[in-house]
């Protein structure tokens, strides 16, 4: 709603966002110099950076890079069909929402990333492993939240649209669907992270494929600067992501 | 401005919409709330009907049920000697609350429905178009409600509904949140699309002036539980300019309902307080 309203303050926030980032790392740099932090723990941001032209080249980053993001992509869309289409389901048949809505909220706190050798066991290991992880790390907050925006349409909305006698079908894609996709909206950003942290998760722990695969590797060989460099990686595809949702919601809420 | 009044025939002929001996209650947690209490009515086409009564006597509810909005009630609507289940397609309504699509432009929520009722895009974007200008709100097509203030939001829910075409409309204080300057003008305005469509309104108001200026009949409601005290009509001629209002027949007419209308504000009042006390002393 407001952010409809706000004022373009330019790239002012960018470059002060930018800025914080470099004071950190360079805070971060200046600790290890003075010893007060241990560099074989934490590696001196300079040595990260430097360590990034290394990795690319010589660890596939590129590859990598498509892979995670293309499992992201799969456990994303599969998120938002059947998390969006479970809580419609749910909002409509009220017995179901009651008898599981508890469920849904203790899953969605569940470590789910604990559950990757049952995934292995059935979807072997493979991408698909990864994907159905993120899925089901991502399906609650989105279930959950779909719910409650559509319990929370406005009842003059409803009113508005029994007086000009909509069907049941355009009651929902006229009214109930638009007015609850902020919220969904808010469900998909955390299914996202949920997602995301999962799909990495996995790849670290069963060793296939993907930016978590690399970032594992490089751990076991010690390259620290490496490993940071990976994680890096990791935000940028993290930061991408978000910065498409933001663009979808803005795309379609208005 | 070019009202002129009704033809007398059309406005002798039957009554286009009839309420019935409606008993409504609300079942509440402190008990039942009549909120209506056997309220007859019956409205001619054309007619031009303002209701007034004192906040909680169930105005609201009235239309609801009429609009076929509210269920559960004793009586009987009827529209066209028809029984009214449901809402009815001759019915439009502008309602109390806010009620714009937010995320919908204001030429998108006008539109709405036409789209409904399958219009082609370019038809219904200008029909769309010339009711917004009705309501004056030319130059806004493309903002978005968050972009309008509350007066302006209100003229958008009056439009889309004007763009139903609705035989009867039914305005539950529609310009409550706009300026003395607007509301006049936008009074105007309504009652000579009323008069051109050869509209039946039904208006919800707290402005007696405002009731008095547009109005054919004033119906006056009690507080609590809602009953029809009074149905005044105002046999002012048309068009009523600032000459009329100015009249003292008009003046009657003001005094008439401010006094209908404290008494039930005051027994109103009364009556909420002495409810609040008791609730205040229970365990
Ligand atoms: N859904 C409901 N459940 C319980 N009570 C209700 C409900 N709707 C209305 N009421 C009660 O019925 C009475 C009439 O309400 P209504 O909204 O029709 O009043 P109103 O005349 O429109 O008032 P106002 O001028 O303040 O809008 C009120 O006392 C209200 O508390
Ligand atoms: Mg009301």
Known sequence: MTSRLRIDDGPLPALMGLAGIAALLLLIEGLISVGLLNPFIVPKPSQVIGSFYRVVVEENVLERFVLTIKECLFAVALVTIVGVSIGVLLHRVSLLRQATETWVAAFASAPVVLMYPLFLVMFGRSALTIVMMGFAAGLPPVILKTIEGLSSTRRVLLAVGQSFKLTPRQMFWKIQLPSSLPAIFVGLKLGLIFALINIVGVEFLINFGGLGQLINDLAERYDLPGTYAAISFVVVVSVGFFMIAERAERWLIR | ?283
């Open chain 2, 1 to 283: 401005m070019s009202v002129l009044p009704l033809p007398k025939a059309q406005a002798a002929a039957d009554p286009i919409l009839a309420v019935d001996d409606i008993v409504m209650e609300f079942p509440t947690p402190d008990g039942v709330v009549k909120a209506l209490d056997h309220v007859s009515l019956s409205v001619r086409a054309g007619e031009f009907l303002s209701v007034i009564g004192p906040s909680g006597c169930g105005k609201s509810t009235l239309f609801n049920i009429v609009g076929g909005l509210q269920r559960g009630y004793q009586g009987r609507v009827s529209i066209g000697g028809e029984a009214v289940e449901g809402p009815h397609p001759a019915i439009g309504m502008v309602f109390q609350e806010e009620s714009t699509f937010p995320w919908r432009t204001v030429l998108q929520n006008v539109e709405f429905p036409l789209e409904i009722s399958g219009v082609a895009k370019a038809r219904r974007q200008e029909m769309a178009r010339r009711f917004i200008a009705m309501v004056g709100l030319g130059g806004f097509e493309n903002r978005y409600p968050a972009e309008l203030s509350g007066g302006m939001k209100q003229r958008v829910a009056i439009a889309r509904t004007l763009a139903f075409e609705p035989k009867i409309l039914l305005m539950d204080e529609p310009f409550a949140s706009l300026d003395e300057q607007t509301r006049l003008l936008l009074g105007d305005k309504v009652l000579q699309i009323q008069q051109e469509l050869q509209q039946t309104t039904l208006l919800i108001t707290h402005n007696i002036t405002e009731a008095v200026q547009l109005s054919d009949r004033i119906l006056v409601m009690t507080y609590r539980p809602g009953r029809v005290k009074r149905i005044l009509d105002i046999d002012l001629p048309r068009p009523r300019t600032s000459e009329t209002i100015g009249s003292e027949a008009f003046g009657r007419f003001v005094a008439q309902l401010w006094s209908d209308l404290r008494d039930e504000a005051t027994r109103g009042m009364d009556e909420q307080q002495e409810l609040m006390r008791n609730a205040g002393r229970g365990p």
